[in-house]
Structure formats: structure tokens, C-alpha cells
């Protein structure tokens, strides 16, 4: 089995910065490709971020220049940096990863709980 847990939401007030955590456990052969999401209220879930396993990476417009996405091969865990966050920012934040355990040939495709960030006016 494997679990991906994310940390580090909250309540921040607008041009501030928080730091998500996302770290997948249990029978890990490998990770390839990690990214996060976002779902707002009443919205759809939209892609933010991607980070690829050999280091590179890839972002939604809006958060281009003030997201950073990095990944710690080592710890099996995905961090999202925001930065001067902004009111429509708010939304629950999810970890994706696609994993490979030990007993399968292919990796599969997992995801997080979410972690809530809300960002004040």
C-alpha cells in the first residue's frame, strides 16, 4: 500500500507564503513524476505544479513566479513554496505521485487527502 500525506496548510493573510509538505510512504520501489493540484469551492480541481523525476519542472500560469515546486528523492517527498499568496489561491491543495511498489511491474497513479490553505484579504 501507499499513502501520500500532505502538510503545511492554513490561514494566511494576502503576500504571504506557506510551505506544503507531501510525503509518500509504504512499499516504494521508485516515484516518477510528483505534482500538486488545487480544488476551490464550488470549482473544479485544476493542475499547479509539476516536478519530474529527473528534476524539472512545470507550472500553471498563475503561480508562475511566485510557486516553486521541489522534490527530495531521498525522503520520497514533494514540497510547494507559495509565495505572495493572493485571495484566489484558496483552495484545498493536493499531492500527486506516480508510484511504483515493490510488487508491481508498473506505477500507478496516487493521490493525497488535501490540505486546506486559505488566504485573507
Known amino acids: 500500500q501507499v499513502q501520500l500525506v500532505e502538510s503545511g496548510g492554513g490561514l494566511v493573510q494576502a503576500g504571504g507564503s506557506l510551505r506544503l509538505s507531501c510525503v509518500a510512504s509504504?512499499?516504494?520501489?521508485?516515484?516518477?513524476?510528483m505534482g500538486w493540484y488545487r480544488q476551490a469551492p464550488g470549482k473544479q480541481r485544476e493542475w499547479v505544479a509539476v516536478?519530474?523525476?529527473?528534476?524539472?519542472?512545470n507550472y500553471e500560469d498563475s503561480v508562475k513566479d511566485r510557486f516553486t515546486i521541489s522534490r527530495d528523492n531521498a525522503k520520497n517527498t514533494v514540497y510547494l513554496q507559495m509565495n505572495s499568496l493572493k485571495p484566489e489561491d484558496t483552495a484545498v491543495y493536493y499531492c500527486?505521485?506516480?508510484?511504483?511498489?515493490?510488487?508491481?511491474?508498473?506505477?500507478?497513479?496516487?493521490w493525497g487527502q488535501g490540505t486546506q490553505v486559505t488566504v485573507s484579504s
Open positions: 509504504g512499499s516504494i520501489a521508485s516515484i516518477g513524476d
Open positions: 500527486n505521485a506516480d508510484v511504483r511498489r515493490w510488487d508491481a511491474i508498473t506505477a500507478y497513479n496516487y
Open positions: 516536478i519530474f523525476r529527473g528534476g524539472n519542472t
